[in-house]
């Protein structure tokens, strides 16, 4: 008995969860808000779920919160946030590096969903920009292409193969230059958005 005891209270303490109930477009879902402290990784996440009529619930989207993963000298941190505006769910996630981790991502992505008249999900875009490693520390793939022009066929093929792994691993069309900027300001913009909301609560 004791030892059911500890192991409910080690579960409550890796993972802690709230439901809330909303309407979007005359569809009900129901969002889970959890939290997680797992070895060196901690943080909370929002998972969609979409009320079907026998009451089951079917998920359908998750976006992660905050996640801090990794020591005081080398943190990798993803922060996020999501707006809710008539029919449109809007996904913000950023991504940085602390101290010496040069070998996790920095970026941004945006991705806009519609619910449908008859509760479906629509992805309307999903935009991205990623460095997978800190700049200078990755000589091997297209990566670097990113900061100087490739200059032949090979390397063009290197920033190609890039961009597309990047595309197929973080799920989004890949942004340049300036909108690349703009894509990180916006979602720099949405999380300050987002703090703001939670401390006039």
Same mark, same amino acid.
């Given at each position: 008995?004791?030892?059911?005891?500890?192991?409910?209270? !080690?579960? #409550?303490?890796?993972?802690?969860?709230?439901?809330?109930? *909303? %309407?979007? $477009? =005359?569809?009900?879902? &129901?969002? +889970?808000?959890?939290?997680?402290?797992?070895?060196?990784?901690?943080?909370?996440?929002?998972?969609?779920?979409? !009320?079907? #009529?026998?009451?089951?619930?079917?998920?359908?989207?998750? *976006? %992660?919160? $905050? =996640?801090?993963?990794? &020591?005081? +000298?080398?943190?990798?941190?993803?922060?996020?946030?999501?707006?809710?505006?008539?029919?449109?769910?809007?996904?913000?996630?950023?991504?940085?590096?602390?101290?010496?981790?040069?070998?996790?991502?920095?970026?941004?992505?945006?991705?806009?969903?519609?619910?449908?008249?008859?509760?479906?999900?629509?992805?309307?875009?999903?935009?991205?920009?990623?460095?997978?490693?800190?700049?200078?520390?990755?000589?091997?793939?297209?990566?670097?292409?990113?900061?100087?022009?490739?200059?032949?066929?090979?390397?063009?093929?290197?920033?190609?193969?890039?961009?597309?792994?990047?595309?197929?691993?973080?799920?989004?069309?890949?942004?340049?230059?300036?909108?690349?900027?703009?894509?990180?300001?916006?979602?720099?913009?949405?999380?300050?958005?987002?703090?703001?909301?939670?401390?006039?609560?």
């Amino acid at each position: 008995m004791k030892q059911i005891f500890i192991l409910a209270l !080690v579960m #409550s303490w890796l993972f802690s969860e709230s439901m809330e109930s *909303l %309407t979007i $477009n =005359d569809q009900k879902f &129901s969002l +889970e808000k959890g939290s997680y402290n797992i070895y060196d990784s901690k943080g909370s996440y929002v998972k969609f779920y979409r !009320v079907e #009529s026998n009451k089951t619930l079917t998920p359908v989207l998750r *976006l %992660t919160l $905050n =996640d801090t993963t990794g &020591s005081c +000298e080398s943190k990798s941190l993803e922060n996020g946030a999501y707006e809710i505006d008539g029919a449109t769910i809007t996904f913000y996630t950023l991504w940085e590096r602390k101290g010496r981790a040069y070998f996790d991502p920095f970026g941004a992505k945006i991705q806009k969903y519609k619910v449908t008249s008859d509760g479906k999900l629509e992805e309307l875009s999903s935009m991205l920009y990623i460095e997978k490693t800190k700049r200078d520390y990755d000589d091997e793939s297209g990566m670097r292409y990113l900061f100087q022009k490739a200059k032949n066929e090979i390397e063009k093929e290197q920033f190609y193969a890039y961009v597309k792994e990047v595309e197929s691993e973080y799920g989004g069309k890949f942004v340049f230059a300036n909108e690349s900027l703009e894509l990180i300001n916006r979602v720099e913009v949405a999380l300050k958005r987002k703090l703001r909301l939670m401390w006039s609560q």
